[in-house]
């Protein structure tokens, strides 16, 4: 078993920043594979970004550029950190790590 839980989400203007933390306990000895995902209610959870390898990193299309995950393995820790931010980014945004969720962070972005 895996518990996530994430920080760091709130209100931001269009154009700003904000940077989500997702610490993670239990039994996880990698932090390949962990994910972070957003929902917009009455919509599916959406993958936005993923860590492959230490070398890889995945984006979905609306966020490249713009996002960028990184990791602390000493703390078992992801980041997101969110620039240029935009209204339709305004959601849940989830950590994950195989069948493990955190309960989730509202981001709020305002135009």
């Known amino acids: 078993q895996v518990h996530l839980v994430e920080s760091g989400g709130g209100l931001a203007q269009a154009g700003g920043s904000l940077r989500l933390s997702c610490v993670a306990s239990g039994s996880i000895n990698t932090l390949d594979g962990m994910g972070w995902y957003r929902q917009v209610a009455g919509k599916a959870r959406e993958l936005i970004a993923r860590i492959i390898s230490s070398e890889t990193t995945i984006y979905a299309d609306p966020v490249k550029g713009r996002f960028a995950m990184s990791r602390d393995s000493a703390k078992k820790t992801v980041y997101l950190q969110m620039n240029s931010l935009k209204p339709e980014d305004t959601a849940v945004y989830y950590c994950?790590?195989?069948?493990?969720w955190g309960q989730g962070t509202q981001v709020t972005v305002s135009s």
């Open positions: 994950n790590y195989v069948a493990n």
